[in-house]
T-cell receptor
Framework: EAGVAQSPRYKIIEKRQSVAFWCNPISGHATLYWYQQILGQGPKLLIQFQNNGVVDDSQLPKDRFSAERLKGVDSTLKIQPAKLEDSAVYLC???????????FGQGTRLTVV | AQSVTQLDSQVPVFEEAPVELRCNYSSSVSVYLFWYVQYPNQGLQLLLKYLSGSTLVKGINGFEAEFNKSQTSFHLRKPSVHISDTAEYFCAVSENNAGNMLTFGGGTRLMVKP
């Protein structure tokens, strides 16, 4: 079966610009996650969706980050405006339902200069 | 709130030697435990998981881990490592009454030398 697809793989932007990442989860997976992985650290959950509803976004910096999952399938994560400290790999993951294994995409590496 | 501590940021080891990567967690409720591996420029791949039952869990690539509830640990072991095992390893915990929102440790870089 196809895995979790993310695009782009790499993105370089200047601070204060905006950027968007896209994620296509494994077909049939109801739960979708966005994680931020700063270099040298473990991934940190930003937001969790169950179908098209938000389950947890307590660690999402809502003043600049937004995410949506229209129709309960694909998801986009946006940063506007970006800061230098947003440089990280953004990982998308999906699972069949809550409590089951999460499968990760390859990530989008964002560099803010 | 749950947290995960991986005590070693880097573990150098010679090829064919045994290795143990340490993981301790804290949580006020029962948990699920996971080990993921991340190769350079790749996403995370599940190595093994503990949900319930036997405390000794076997995973892919010859890895195994043992859940120790009294010590709140879930250490990862392999009896004989290969060069190809060089990667970053992450321990993660999910409180089993909170969906499967994963909290990750800081990671351990396993460096296998010839």
């Amino acid at each position: 079966e196809a895995g979790v697809a993310q695009s782009p793989r790499y993105k370089i932007i200047e601070k204060r610009q905006s950027v968007a990442f896209w994620c296509n989860p494994i077909s049939g997976h109801a739960t979708l996650y966005w994680y931020q992985q700063i270099l040298g650290q473990g991934p940190k959950l930003l937001i969790q969706f169950q179908n098209n509803g938000v389950v947890d976004d307590s660690q999402l910096p809502k003043d600049r980050f937004s995410a949506e999952r229209l129709k309960g399938v694909d998801s986009t994560l946006k940063i506007q405006p970006a800061k230098l400290e947003d440089s990280a790999v953004y990982l998308c993951a999906s699972s069949y339902r809550q409590g089951t294994e999460a499968f990760f995409g390859q990530g989008t590496r964002l560099t803010v200069v | 709130a749950q947290s995960v501590t991986q005590l070693d940021s880097q573990v150098p080891v010679f090829e064919e030697a045994p290795v143990e990567l340490r993981c301790n967690y804290s949580s006020s409720v029962s948990v699920y435990l996971f080990w993921y591996v991340q190769y350079p420029n790749q996403g995370l791949q599940l190595l093994l998981k503990y949900l319930s039952g036997s405390t000794l869990v076997k995973g892919i690539n010859g890895f195994e881990a043992e859940f120790n509830k009294s010590q709140t640990s879930f250490h990862l072991r392999k009896p004989s490592v290969h060069i190809s095992d060089t990667a970053e390893y992450f321990c993660a915990v999910s409180e089993n009454n909170a969906g499967n929102m994963l909290t990750f440790g800081g990671g351990t870089r396993l460096m296998v030398k010839p």
